[in-house]
Protein backbone atom coordinates (compact mmCIF):
# COMPACT_ATOMS: atom_id res chain seq x y z
CA UNK A 1 0.00 0.00 0.00
CA UNK A 2 2.84 2.51 1.03
CA UNK A 3 4.36 1.58 -2.67
CA UNK A 4 0.48 3.17 -3.99
CA UNK A 5 0.75 5.88 -1.64
CA UNK A 6 3.93 6.74 -3.25
CA UNK A 7 2.86 6.52 -6.75
CA UNK A 8 0.20 8.61 -6.30
CA UNK A 9 1.85 11.19 -4.23
CA UNK A 10 4.60 11.25 -7.30
CA UNK A 11 1.88 11.60 -9.79
CA UNK A 12 0.35 14.03 -8.30
CA UNK A 13 3.73 15.54 -8.06
CA UNK A 14 4.33 15.22 -11.43
CA UNK A 15 0.99 16.96 -12.06
CA UNK A 16 1.74 19.93 -10.28
CA UNK A 17 4.65 20.63 -12.28
CA UNK A 18 3.23 19.70 -15.67
CA UNK A 19 0.35 22.69 -14.68
CA UNK A 20 3.36 25.08 -13.34
CA UNK A 21 5.38 24.32 -16.86
CA UNK A 22 1.80 24.61 -18.98
CA UNK A 23 0.80 28.24 -17.09
CA UNK A 24 4.92 29.39 -17.65
CA UNK A 25 4.45 28.32 -21.50
CA UNK A 26 0.93 29.60 -21.87
CA UNK A 27 2.57 32.93 -19.92
CA UNK A 28 5.47 33.06 -22.61
CA UNK A 29 2.71 32.34 -25.93
CA UNK A 30 0.01 34.66 -24.35
CA UNK A 31 -3.61 34.10 -24.12
CA UNK A 32 -4.97 32.03 -26.31
CA UNK A 33 -8.16 31.27 -28.28
CA UNK A 34 -10.11 27.88 -26.53
CA UNK A 35 -11.87 26.36 -29.64
CA UNK A 36 -14.18 24.82 -27.52
CA UNK A 37 -15.15 25.06 -23.92
CA UNK A 38 -15.06 21.60 -22.03
CA UNK A 39 -16.52 21.07 -18.60
CA UNK A 40 -13.44 22.11 -16.97
CA UNK A 41 -12.39 25.61 -18.75
CA UNK A 42 -12.23 28.37 -16.02
CA UNK A 43 -11.52 26.32 -13.27
CA UNK A 44 -8.61 25.50 -11.14
CA UNK A 45 -7.55 22.35 -9.63
CA UNK A 46 -8.74 19.72 -6.91
CA UNK A 47 -6.01 17.07 -5.75
CA UNK A 48 -6.06 14.43 -3.34
CA UNK A 49 -5.72 15.95 0.40
CA UNK A 50 -6.52 15.17 3.81
CA UNK A 51 -8.15 18.50 4.70
CA UNK A 52 -12.08 18.16 3.25
CA UNK A 53 -14.41 19.90 4.75
CA UNK A 54 -16.16 16.60 6.27
CA UNK A 55 -13.60 16.07 8.44
CA UNK A 56 -14.06 12.27 8.95
CA UNK A 57 -13.51 11.71 4.94
CA UNK A 58 -10.05 11.44 3.47
CA UNK A 59 -10.42 12.94 0.04
CA UNK A 60 -9.00 10.53 -2.40
CA UNK A 61 -8.27 11.61 -6.37
CA UNK A 62 -6.31 9.69 -8.92
CA UNK A 63 -5.06 12.46 -10.59
CA UNK A 64 -5.49 16.30 -9.37
CA UNK A 65 -7.99 17.65 -11.90
CA UNK A 66 -9.98 20.68 -13.02
CA UNK A 67 -12.91 21.66 -10.99
CA UNK A 68 -16.17 21.02 -13.22
CA UNK A 69 -18.13 24.08 -14.44
CA UNK A 70 -21.69 23.03 -14.10
CA UNK A 71 -22.26 25.32 -16.81
CA UNK A 72 -20.67 23.04 -19.16
CA UNK A 73 -21.60 19.82 -17.38
CA UNK A 74 -23.12 17.21 -19.14
CA UNK A 75 -23.58 13.51 -17.77
CA UNK A 76 -23.17 10.59 -20.70
CA UNK A 77 -24.58 7.64 -20.79
CA UNK A 78 -22.95 5.95 -23.85
CA UNK A 79 -22.53 2.14 -24.93
CA UNK A 80 -25.07 -1.14 -25.12
CA UNK A 81 -28.13 1.18 -24.41
CA UNK A 82 -31.40 1.68 -26.61
CA UNK A 83 -31.56 5.51 -25.85
CA UNK A 84 -27.92 6.80 -25.21
CA UNK A 85 -28.40 10.10 -23.68
CA UNK A 86 -26.96 13.34 -22.70
CA UNK A 87 -28.49 14.78 -19.16
CA UNK A 88 -27.67 18.38 -17.88
CA UNK A 89 -28.03 18.66 -14.08
CA UNK A 90 -31.11 20.04 -13.53
CA UNK A 91 -32.59 16.88 -15.52
CA UNK A 92 -30.53 14.46 -13.23
CA UNK A 93 -32.20 16.56 -10.26
CA UNK A 94 -35.69 15.87 -11.54
CA UNK A 95 -35.62 12.77 -10.91
CA UNK A 96 -37.12 10.98 -8.21
CA UNK A 97 -34.18 11.57 -5.22
CA UNK A 98 -34.39 9.75 -1.73
CA UNK A 99 -32.16 9.78 1.02
CA UNK A 100 -29.59 8.04 3.12
CA UNK A 101 -27.38 7.67 5.99
CA UNK A 102 -23.96 5.26 4.64
CA UNK A 103 -20.57 4.51 5.22
CA UNK A 104 -17.72 4.91 2.89
CA UNK A 105 -15.16 2.76 3.22
CA UNK A 106 -11.45 2.74 2.33
CA UNK A 107 -9.13 -0.06 2.08
CA UNK A 108 -6.86 2.63 3.02
CA UNK A 109 -8.33 1.83 6.60
CA UNK A 110 -10.19 4.50 7.44
CA UNK A 111 -14.49 4.70 6.99
CA UNK A 112 -16.82 7.47 7.26
CA UNK A 113 -20.84 8.31 7.15
CA UNK A 114 -22.79 10.49 5.24
CA UNK A 115 -26.29 11.25 4.17
CA UNK A 116 -26.62 10.99 0.70
CA UNK A 117 -29.17 11.89 -1.45
CA UNK A 118 -29.67 11.20 -5.23
CA UNK A 119 -31.85 8.50 -7.62
CA UNK A 120 -31.47 4.84 -8.01
CA UNK A 121 -30.03 3.67 -11.53
CA UNK A 122 -33.10 2.39 -12.09
CA UNK A 123 -34.30 5.79 -13.05
CA UNK A 124 -32.10 6.31 -15.21
CA UNK A 125 -32.12 2.84 -16.69
CA UNK A 126 -35.98 3.46 -17.84
CA UNK A 127 -34.69 5.91 -20.11
CA UNK A 128 -32.02 4.94 -21.33
CA UNK A 129 -32.80 1.32 -21.87
CA UNK A 130 -29.56 -1.16 -21.40
CA UNK A 131 -29.49 -3.89 -23.87
CA UNK A 132 -29.88 -7.36 -22.14
CA UNK A 133 -26.24 -7.77 -23.05
CA UNK A 134 -24.81 -4.72 -20.99
CA UNK A 135 -23.16 -6.72 -18.13
CA UNK A 136 -21.91 -3.74 -16.43
CA UNK A 137 -20.97 -0.13 -16.60
CA UNK A 138 -17.83 1.60 -16.67
CA UNK A 139 -17.91 4.82 -14.87
CA UNK A 140 -15.50 7.74 -16.67
CA UNK A 141 -14.05 10.32 -14.21
CA UNK A 142 -12.95 14.46 -14.15
CA UNK A 143 -9.94 12.76 -12.88
CA UNK A 144 -9.37 9.76 -15.76
CA UNK A 145 -10.13 7.19 -12.83
CA UNK A 146 -12.13 4.60 -14.52
CA UNK A 147 -14.21 1.95 -12.27
CA UNK A 148 -16.43 -0.57 -13.44
CA UNK A 149 -19.35 -2.23 -11.74
CA UNK A 150 -21.60 -5.00 -12.99
CA UNK A 151 -25.00 -3.79 -13.24
CA UNK A 152 -25.98 -6.61 -10.76
CA UNK A 153 -24.34 -4.82 -8.22
CA UNK A 154 -25.74 -1.47 -9.00
CA UNK A 155 -29.17 -2.48 -9.08
CA UNK A 156 -28.63 -3.70 -5.00
CA UNK A 157 -30.56 -1.90 -2.13
CA UNK A 158 -28.84 0.73 -1.58
CA UNK A 159 -26.60 2.08 -4.49
CA UNK A 160 -27.19 5.49 -5.65
CA UNK A 161 -25.78 8.51 -7.47
CA UNK A 162 -25.74 11.02 -5.04
CA UNK A 163 -25.77 14.56 -6.01
CA UNK A 164 -26.26 15.53 -2.22
CA UNK A 165 -24.05 15.10 0.78
CA UNK A 166 -25.44 16.19 3.98
CA UNK A 167 -27.85 18.22 2.67
CA UNK A 168 -25.28 20.17 0.12
CA UNK A 169 -24.57 19.91 -2.80
CA UNK A 170 -21.40 17.41 -3.23
CA UNK A 171 -18.23 19.56 -3.19
CA UNK A 172 -15.78 19.44 -5.47
CA UNK A 173 -13.12 16.97 -3.41
CA UNK A 174 -16.26 14.57 -2.66
CA UNK A 175 -16.94 14.55 -6.48
CA UNK A 176 -19.27 17.45 -7.62
CA UNK A 177 -21.47 17.25 -9.15
CA UNK A 178 -22.33 13.40 -9.28
CA UNK A 179 -20.38 10.30 -7.82
CA UNK A 180 -21.69 6.99 -6.98
CA UNK A 181 -22.58 5.65 -3.74
CA UNK A 182 -22.48 1.57 -2.83
CA UNK A 183 -22.14 1.20 0.61
CA UNK A 184 -21.50 -3.03 -0.15
CA UNK A 185 -18.38 -1.68 -1.52
CA UNK A 186 -14.95 -0.19 -0.66
CA UNK A 187 -14.26 2.98 -1.47
CA UNK A 188 -12.94 3.16 -4.58
CA UNK A 189 -15.97 1.13 -6.45
CA UNK A 190 -17.59 4.56 -5.26
CA UNK A 191 -16.65 6.78 -8.54
CA UNK A 192 -16.60 10.77 -7.99
CA UNK A 193 -16.87 13.24 -10.45
CA UNK A 194 -18.81 11.15 -13.00
CA UNK A 195 -18.04 12.07 -16.88
CA UNK A 196 -19.67 9.18 -18.35
CA UNK A 197 -20.94 5.82 -18.01
CA UNK A 198 -20.60 3.54 -20.61
CA UNK A 199 -23.00 0.41 -20.47
CA UNK A 200 -20.32 -2.64 -21.73
CA UNK A 201 -20.65 -6.38 -22.07
CA UNK A 202 -17.80 -7.56 -20.10
CA UNK A 203 -15.92 -6.70 -16.92
CA UNK A 204 -13.39 -4.27 -17.09
CA UNK A 205 -10.17 -3.42 -14.48
CA UNK A 206 -11.16 -0.10 -12.74
CA UNK A 207 -7.79 2.45 -12.23
CA UNK A 208 -6.98 1.05 -8.52
CA UNK A 209 -7.59 -2.74 -9.32
CA UNK A 210 -4.97 -2.39 -12.21
CA UNK A 211 -2.15 -1.25 -10.40
CA UNK A 212 -2.51 -2.18 -7.06
CA UNK A 213 -4.03 -5.27 -4.87
CA UNK A 214 -7.45 -4.31 -4.85
CA UNK A 215 -9.80 -6.76 -6.10
CA UNK A 216 -11.81 -6.14 -9.02
CA UNK A 217 -15.22 -6.57 -7.19
CA UNK A 218 -14.65 -4.97 -4.17
CA UNK A 219 -17.08 -6.31 -2.00
CA UNK A 220 -16.58 -5.34 2.06
CA UNK A 221 -16.39 -8.75 4.13
CA UNK A 222 -19.24 -7.91 6.47
CA UNK A 223 -17.27 -7.78 9.91
CA UNK A 224 -13.76 -7.54 8.58
CA UNK A 225 -11.43 -4.53 7.60
CA UNK A 226 -9.13 -4.50 5.22
CA UNK A 227 -5.98 -2.65 6.31
CA UNK A 228 -4.07 -3.06 3.26
CA UNK A 229 -2.06 0.19 3.70
CA UNK A 230 -0.43 -1.35 6.63
CA UNK A 231 0.15 -5.15 5.21
CA UNK A 232 -1.48 -6.92 7.20
CA UNK A 233 -3.93 -9.53 7.10
CA UNK A 234 -8.05 -8.43 7.31
CA UNK A 235 -8.98 -7.75 10.79
CA UNK A 236 -11.88 -9.10 12.19
CA UNK A 237 -14.12 -6.31 13.51
CA UNK A 238 -17.16 -8.08 15.65
CA UNK A 239 -20.46 -6.84 14.47
CA UNK A 240 -19.52 -5.67 11.37
CA UNK A 241 -20.24 -2.11 11.35
CA UNK A 242 -17.10 -0.04 11.71
CA UNK A 243 -17.66 1.89 14.77
CA UNK A 244 -13.73 2.17 16.65
CA UNK A 245 -12.37 4.90 14.00
N1 LIG B 1 -12.94 10.12 -9.61
C1 LIG B 1 -12.47 9.47 -8.54
N2 LIG B 1 -13.32 8.86 -7.72
C2 LIG B 1 -12.88 8.20 -6.63
C3 LIG B 1 -11.49 8.10 -6.36
C4 LIG B 1 -10.60 8.75 -7.26
O1 LIG B 1 -9.36 8.70 -7.10
N3 LIG B 1 -11.12 9.42 -8.32
N4 LIG B 1 -11.03 7.43 -5.24
C5 LIG B 1 -11.96 6.45 -4.64
C6 LIG B 1 -11.53 6.04 -3.31
S1 LIG B 1 -10.18 5.01 -3.25
C7 LIG B 1 -12.20 6.39 -2.17
S2 LIG B 1 -11.80 5.75 -0.66
C8 LIG B 1 -13.32 7.36 -2.22
C9 LIG B 1 -13.08 8.49 -1.25
O2 LIG B 1 -14.18 9.35 -1.24
P1 LIG B 1 -14.01 10.82 -0.69
O3 LIG B 1 -12.88 11.44 -1.44
O4 LIG B 1 -15.34 11.47 -0.95
O5 LIG B 1 -13.70 10.72 0.78
O6 LIG B 1 -13.51 7.92 -3.52
C10 LIG B 1 -13.40 6.97 -4.56
N5 LIG B 1 -13.78 7.61 -5.79
MO1 LIG C 1 -9.96 4.40 -1.10
Not at 5 to 19: M, P
Not at 32 to 49: H, R
Not at 114 to 124: K, M, R, T, V, Y
Request: contains cysteine; proline residues 5%; hydrophobic residues 35%.
Amino acid sequence: MRQIEKLTRRLFLKGGLWTIALLFWNGIRGPQIVSAEDSFSGTDFVGKTREGKHSSFYINFWKPMRRINIKTWKLKITGLVEVPKIFTLDELLSLSTHSQSSRLKCVECWSARANWSGFSLNELEQIVQPHTSARGVLFHCGDEYKEYLSRESLNQDRVMLAHTMNDKPLSDAHGFPLRLIAPAKYGYKNPKAILEMEYVAEQQAGTWSKIGPYSPDGTILPGTDHPLEYGQKARRIPGGEITDY
